[in-house]
């Protein structure tokens, strides 16, 4: 069973920056798309961003376009995710999702347990 961990949430206010990484214990790592979700109270999961297995092609929702950067260590077996510009609607917990592609959580195959952000205004 692959185990996703992510680390890297927190407390900041609005404006701050955040980086957030996800390890995986898949041994084909460098086969797998991985992606960004997360959950704010009360609401569905979303999409937040996703990558290839090369690390060459990214897509990103509206929301997040701009400020967000996926990015991938496959030497490390790490995706991550840099934050910038946070803003109060950013607060969620942001879950990492490995083997899968697409902007639906069930097209993916793996899950880690998430790490809470928070954003103060």
């Known amino acids: 069973q692959v185990q996703l961990v992510e680390s890297g949430g927190g407390l900041v206010q609005a404006g701050d920056s955040l980086n957030l990484s996800c390890v995986s214990s898949?041994?084909?790592?460098?086969?797998?798309?991985m992606g960004w979700f997360r959950q704010a109270p009360a609401k569905e999961r979303e999409f937040v961003a996703r990558i290839d297995w090369s690390g060459r092609s990214t897509d990103y929702a509206d929301s997040v376009k701009g400020r967000f950067t996926i990015s991938r260590d496959n030497t490390k077996n790490t995706v991550y995710l840099q934050m910038t510009d946070l803003k109060p609607e950013d607060t969620a917990v942001y879950y990492c999702?490995?083997?899968?592609?697409?902007?639906?959580?069930?097209?993916?195959?793996?899950w880690g347990q998430g790490t809470q952000v928070t954003v103060s205004s």
């Open positions: 898949a041994r084909a790592f460098d086969e797998h798309a």
């Open positions: 999702a490995g083997r899968g592609w697409g902007t639906v959580p069930t097209m993916y195959d793996f």
